[in-house]
C-alpha cells in the first residue's frame, strides 16, 4: 500500500480568490500559521499556511502538486484568532486572502527568509507583569458627566458579550481622560489595550499624555514613520504580551494581542480609517469585528461621530454617550458665519475678518486660518488667451508653488518649472486664481508684520522635526497667526487660540458626492475645537458665499447632532449608506474605451447573478485620468447587504477576463467613502 502524504494549502500574496496547495515530506510538516518558501511560475514565493491536510499518495492531482522548498518559522505567527479575522475581512471586502494576509503581517514576514535567532527570541511569550500600580498620583479629578459616562461603560463591559459603545463628546470635554480611566484596572491586571488614532504624526500631544499617564506600562507605537524593523519589533513586543498598550493608525487593528481586553477608536468618524488602495478595508469596522469576536468592549469617540455610528446608535446595534461640556470654564466657540459676496477680498480674507485677526493678535492671543489647499494658486492661466496649466498626466490643474516656482500636480506629485510666458501666445504676464495656503501666508506676513505667521502643511513640514519645530513656536503662546490645512484640524490643543477663521468651504457645500457634506460638517467642528481650549472664549468666523446653505445653518444653529439627523434622513430616502450598501468597482486602462467595456461586462455578469442589486454606470470617475490611467467607475447599490456580496461572489467565482481588456487593472471597494 502506498505511504499517505501530506498536502499544505497556502496564501501567497498574489492576486488569487484561492488558496495553492503544496506536497510536504513527513519530516517537516509546519503548523497553521507558519510561513513557508513555495515555487511559483519560475520563481519563490513566501506563503501562509492555512491548512494541513493528509491525503492518498495515488491521488490523480498528485502530478500537478509540488513540493514546499522550506519552512521558514517554527511556530506560528498568526494565531488562530487573528486568522479567523483575516479570512472574515477576505470574504466581506471580496480581497484575495493571500493579499489580506500579507499586508496585515510587517513588511519584515513577506521575504522568503527564516527570522534571525534574536527575532525568533521575542516570539516566545513574555511573562505576566505583576500586578503594579499604574495612574499617576496627580491625576486629574474627573468631573460628574465624565465620571458617569466612566461608570456606565465599566457596567456595560463588564456584560458577557458587550455592545460597542460611542462616546459622542465635543472637542475638549475630556473623553481621552475617560479612555486613560477606563484602560486603568484592564492594565493593572495585565491585559493588553488598543488604541486606533487616526494619524500619529499629528497628535503627538496625545502620545505624550499616554506616555505620562502610563509611564510605567510597556507601550508600542505603530505608524508610517517606523522603518520595516521597528515596526516589527513593536509588533513583536504585542505579539508576546510584553507591550500592554498597543499605539498606533489603523492597520494596528491587524496586531496580535494574547491579552487583549479593550479596544478604544479615537476620532472614529475619521476617514483616514478606511484604507484606499489595495486591501480596501476599514479599521473600525474591523474593530467592532475584531472585538466581536473576542467578545471585548470596544469604545468609539468622536466628536463628530460618523453616520454610520449614529444609525447604529438607533438601530441598538452601538451604546451612546454624550458630554457635552468641556471641564472648568473652558466654553466651545461662538460660530460666527461671514458671507463673503459683498466685500473685495484680501487673498480671499473679508474685511471683517481681517480686522478680527488684528483685534486677537493686539490681545495678546493667537489665531488660526484654516485653508484646505497647500500651494500659492489652485490654477495658473494666460489672461490673453486663456491657456491654463494642466497636468499631463491627469485631468487636473496643476498647483503653482510659488516659494520653489513649480507647477505641482497634486494628484500624481508630476513636477515642471514654471513657464515664463504663455506656451501658446507668448504672453509674458500669466496670472493665478484662487488660494493656497503659501499665498495665505504672504499676505498674511505683510498685512500684520511685526507678529509672526506660521504655516503648517505637508510642503512646511517635509524635514523631519520641522512640524513639531512649528509646534513648539505655538506653543510658546506668544501672539501670532497660524496658517494650515487639514493637518491643524485635529489633536493640537493650544491655550492661547482664540479665533479661527475657515476659508473656502463652498465647493464641499456645492459638492455632488454624498459623503461631502458630513465630511463638512465633521471638519468644521473639529477646526473650530481648535479655538478657546483653555479659560479663554473662541470666536469662529466660516466664510462663504453661501450663507444661507440650509444644512449650513443648521449646523452653525443647531449643531452636529440635528445636522447628521437631518444628513440621516435625506440617506434614508434615497436608500444610500447606512440605509443600503455600496460597493464601488473601478478600473483603469491606457485609454478610456477598455475600461469602460470591461465594466459594462462586469455589470452583465452582476446581472446574471439575479440578486436585487443596481447597477450604476459604467461612467467616467469625477478624475477620469489620473497619471496617465484613464479611469472609469461602475457603483452598486443593494437595500440588503446579503444580496450585494452574493452577487460579487458570483462574480469572482466566474472570473472576469475580456477580449480587448488585457491591460485593464480592476478593483472591488466594499463600502467606499470615496468616489
Ligand atoms: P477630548 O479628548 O474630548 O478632546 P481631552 O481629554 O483632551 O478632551 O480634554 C481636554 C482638556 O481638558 C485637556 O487639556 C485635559 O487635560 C483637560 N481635562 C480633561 N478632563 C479634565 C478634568 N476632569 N478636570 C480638568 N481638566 C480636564
Ligand atoms: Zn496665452
Ligand atoms: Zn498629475
Redesign the pocket.
Known amino acids: 500500500m502506498d505511504q499517505p502524504s501530506t498536502l499544505v494549502h497556502v496564501a501567497i500574496p498574489r492576486p488569487l480568490h484561492t488558496l495553492l496547495s503544496y506536497s510536504v515530506t513527513a519530516g517537516e510538516i509546519p503548523a497553521v500559521g507558519v510561513r513557508v518558501a513555495v515555487p511559483l511560475g519560475k520563481g519563490v514565493s513566501v506563503g501562509l499556511v492555512l491548512g494541513v491536510e493528509a491525503v492518498a499518495a495515488d491521488s490523480e492531482s498528485e502530478f500537478a502538486i509540488k513540493p514546499i522548498q522550506a519552512v521558514l518559522d517554527t511556530e506560528p505567527l498568526a494565531d488562530a484568532h487573528l486568522l479567523a479575522l483575516l479570512e472574515w475581512a477576505a470574504r466581506y471586502y471580496h480581497c484575495p486572502l493571500g493579499e489580506v494576509i500579507f499586508s496585515a503581517l510587517p513588511a519584515a514576514l513577506r521575504k522568503t527568509k527564516p527570522l534571525s535567532k534574536a527575532m525568533q527570541r521575542l516570539l516566545k511569550p513574555a511573562a505576566q507583569p505583576a500586578a503594579i500600580a499604574v495612574e499617576p498620583d496627580n491625576a486629574?479629578?474627573?468631573?460628574a458627566s465624565?465620571q458617569a459616562c466612566l461608570q456606565s461603560i465599566q457596567t456595560w463591559n463588564a456584560e458577557s458579550t458587550p455592545r460597542p459603545v460611542l462616546l459622542h463628546?465635543?472637542?475638549?470635554?475630556?473623553?481621552?481622560?475617560?479612555?486613560l480611566r477606563l484602560m486603568t484596572p484592564l492594565l493593572a491586571a495585565g491585559k493588553q489595550v488598543l488604541v486606533i488614532v487616526p494619524e500619529i504624526g499629528l497628535t503627538p500631544?496625545?502620545l505624550t499624555?499616554f506616555a505620562h499617564f502610563f509611564a510605567e506600562i510597556p507601550t508600542v507605537c505603530l505608524h508610517s514613520g517606523l522603518s520595516d524593523g521597528e515596526r516589527f519589533k513593536a509588533w513583536l513586543r504585542a505579539r508576546s504580551g510584553q507591550a500592554q498598550i498597543i499605539i498606533g493608525t489603523r492597520s494596528a487593528i491587524f496586531t496580535p494581542a494574547p491579552s487583549l481586553a479593550l479596544i478604544v477608536i479615537?476620532e472614529e468618524h475619521d476617514a483616514s480609517l478606511k484604507q484606499q488602495d489595495g486591501f480596501r478595508y476599514h479599521g473600525r469596522d474591523l474593530a467592532i469585528k475584531r472585538a466581536q469576536m473576542l467578545a471585548i468592549p470596544v469604545l468609539l469617540?468622536s466628536?463628530t461621530p460618523a453616520l454610520e455610528s449614529l444609525y447604529n446608535v438607533q438601530t441598538g446595534r452601538y451604546r451612546y454617550l454624550r458630554?457635552e461640556q468641556?471641564?472648568?470654564s473652558?466654553r466651545p466657540p461662538a460660530l460666527q458665519v461671514q458671507d463673503t459676496r459683498p466685500f473685495e477680498l484680501q487673498a480671499g480674507l473679508t474685511p471683517d475678518t481681517l480686522q478680527a485677526l488684528r483685534n486677537t493678535l493686539l490681545r495678546g492671543e493667537q489665531a488660526m486660518v484654516f485653508l484646505n489647499r497647500r500651494g500659492f494658486a489652485p490654477a495658473l492661466y494666460c489672461p490673453s488667451c486663456g491657456w491654463q496649466a494642466d497636468c499631463a498626466h491627469c485631468s487636473v490643474k496643476m498647483t503653482w508653488h510659488a516659494r520653489r516656482n513649480r507647477l505641482v500636480c497634486h494628484h500624481c506629485g508630476a513636477e515642471q518649472a514654471t513657464p515664463t510666458e504663455c506656451p501658446s501666445c507668448k504672453n509674458p504676464q500669466l496670472t493665478t486664481q484662487g488660494q493656497g495656503t503659501e499665498r495665505l501666508e504672504l499676505l498674511l506676513q505683510n498685512h500684520f508684520s511685526g507678529f509672526p505667521v506660521v504655516r503648517i502643511d505637508r510642503d512646511s513640514t517635509s524635514r523631519k522635526g520641522e512640524l513639531e519645530e512649528k509646534l513648539s513656536a505655538v506653543r510658546t503662546n506668544e501672539p501670532l497667526i497660524l496658517v494650515g490645512t487639514q493637518m491643524l484640524a485635529k489633536g493640537h490643543?493650544f491655550p492661547n487660540l482664540t479665533l479661527v477663521v475657515i476659508m473656502d468651504i463652498d465647493h464641499a457645500l456645492l459638492s455632488t458626492d454624498y459623503r461631502a457634506l458630513e465630511r463638512l460638517g465633521q471638519l468644521l467642528v473639529q477646526v473650530a475645537?481648535r479655538a478657546g481650549?483653555?479659560t479663554k472664549a473662541g470666536q469662529v468666523i466660516l466664510q462663504t458665499s453661501q450663507p444661507q446653505h440650509p444644512l449650513l445653518q443648521q449646523l452653525v444653529g443647531q449643531g452636529y447632532t440635528p445636522f447628521a439627523k437631518q444628513l440621516l434622513e435625506d440617506r434614508a430616502r434615497w436608500s444610500f449608506p447606512p440605509y443600503g450598501y455600496h460597493a464601488l468597482i473601478r478600473a483603469s486602462s491606457e485609454t478610456l474605451e477598455p475600461a469602460l467595456r470591461l465594466l459594462e461586462f462586469i455589470a452583465e455578469r452582476l446581472k446574471a447573478s439575479e440578486q436585487v442589486i443596481q447597477c450604476l454606470g459604467p461612467v467616467p470617475a469625477p478624475i477620469e485620468k489620473r497619471a496617465n490611467r484613464y479611469r472609469a467607475q461602475l457603483l452598486l447599490g443593494s437595500k440588503q447587504r446579503g444580496a450585494l456580496h452574493t452577487a460579487l461572489d458570483f462574480l469572482l467565482a466566474g472570473g472576469v477576463k475580456l477580449r480587448g481588456c488585457s491591460g485593464v487593472r480592476w478593483s472591488i471597494d466594499v463600502d467606499p467613502v470615496d468616489f
Do not use: N, V
Open positions: 486629574l479629578q474627573l468631573t465624565q463628546g465635543i472637542t475638549g470635554s475630556g473623553k481621552t481622560e475617560i479612555y500631544q496625545l499624555r479615537d469617540g466628536a458630554l468641556r471641564p472648568g473652558a490643543d475645537g481650549r483653555a
